[in-house]
Nanobody, 124 residues
């Protein structure tokens, strides 16, 4: 059974850094693209970043480009999201998700398994 567990969320001051982890219990982990999404209260869930199955390609939302880095360690079945230069507007619940595709995918409908999320709060 597919299971995604996010961790690493917490409280951080603006300008600080935080690293999120997504541990996956997926036997086909190596052939699936993984994405990070976030959702703030009262807002729609939005795409943050994705990494292809091999880890060879990544894609980021404009709002986080240059500040966030997504990576994966297939040997550990884990995907990471390194977040630097955090801003107030980065505050949200962050979710990792698995796509049935291997390529770059940014749409919600391209992902079929989701973790429960981890809270990231950026304070002033």
């Amino acid at each position: 059974q597919v299971q995604l567990v996010e961790s690493g969320g917490g409280l951080v001051q603006a300008g600080g850094s935080l690293t999120l982890s997504c541990a996956a219990s997926i036997r086909t982990f190596r052939i699936n693209a993984i994405g990070w999404f976030r959702q703030a209260p009262g807002k729609e869930r939005e795409f943050v970043a994705t990494v292809t199955a091999s880890g060879g390609s990544t894609y980021y939302a404009d709002s986080v480009k240059g500040r966030f880095t997504i990576s994966r360690d297939n040997a550990k079945n884990t995907v990471y999201l390194q977040m630097n230069s955090l801003k107030f507007e980065d505050t949200a619940v962050y979710y990792c998700a698995r796509s049935w595709k291997t390529t770059v995918v940014t749409g919600l409908k391209d992902y079929n398994y989701w973790g429960q999320g981890t809270q990231v709060t950026v304070s002033s």
